[in-house]
């Protein structure tokens, strides 16, 4: 199957109304009038797509607010306003009314929505806190679309980092894409010289690991969590909202890194 059949199928399958997946009902991080932000595990792919049209995040949120999502339908992709990796786990926000969507929708195209990470990466980035600005182009290599940092051309990319600690482990990053790239924080750490541990695709100093794992090999869990998304919200005190999603104990040596911060560390 060419690139342009798998785009065509899998834009078959987001559009039809997704089915309800009681036994995948995400936690609930906050609930506003037309808002809803709810908490995605790591290995639950956001949305519907090839292999898996019935056993992602959004087949869970329908199993809770099916009503209200199925009422936006296809063309406001059923009140999903962004996405994370399969592998990445935190907040993902929906729209419950079309007012609600168009709205949000905007801010994230305004880059008025701030997202923080955090991450725990191999070695350290060249500097305690600072920014990467390399542009970013989307690949098909095989059966996966990966980012690359070229040379030349590419779409305009930023990502922020803070460092936490320098642990055993490794160094705990906060890390803020003020863009959203495909692979953004993954491909920028690597160009940076300290990938996301867990990550087996993208590498310091070399192209990206396409290739499938070994039958039967589990891959390690990557090393990074979407923890802080806000967002403006005009019937709030503050004109913003924000959630927070504790590091999943899953998670390992990154919710270990993150428990031996010091309660002040932000």
Not at 61 to 66: K, N, T
């Amino acid at each position: 199957m060419s690139a342009r059949d798998r785009t065509s199928t899998d834009e078959q399958i987001r559009r039809r109304r997704p089915v309800a997946a009681p036994g995948l009902q995400p936690r609930v991080l906050l609930e506003a009038p037309g808002l809803l932000i709810v908490d995605k595990p790591a290995g639950v792919p956001t949305q519907p797509g090839r292999g898996h049209a019935e056993d992602t995040l959004l087949n869970g949120a329908f199993a809770l607010r099916g009503e209200a999502l199925g009422a936006l339908g296809a063309d406001r992709d059923w009140g999903l306003v962004h996405r994370l990796d399969r592998d990445v786990s935190g907040p993902v926000v929906l729209a419950t009314t079309p007012d609600a969507y168009d709205a949000l929708r905007a801010a994230f195209a305004g880059r008025q929505v701030r997202k923080w990470y955090l991450a725990l990466v191999r070695g350290s980035p060249p500097s305690a806190q600072g920014e990467c600005s390399r542009a970013i182009r989307e690949e098909v290599r095989g059966d996966m679309k990966v980012a690359m940092c070229p040379q030349r051309g590419g779409e305009t990319a930023l990502t922020r980092w803070r460092t936490l600690a320098r642990q055993p482990a490794g160094t705990l990053l906060e890390v803020e894409p003020v863009t959203g790239r495909l692979h953004q924080i993954r491909v920028h750490m690597a160009v940076l010289g300290c990938p996301v541990q867990g990550d087996r695709v993208y590498r310091a100093d070399a192209p990206p690991n396409t290739s499938p794992l070994p039958p039967g090999r589990v891959p390690d869990p990557l090393m990074l969590h979407a923890w802080r998304i806000e967002v403006p919200w005009p019937g709030s005190a503050s004109g913003r909202l924000t959630a927070t999603s504790p590091v999943p104990s899953g998670m390992g040596a990154l919710a270990e890194a993150v428990a031996r911060l010091p309660p002040d560390h932000g």
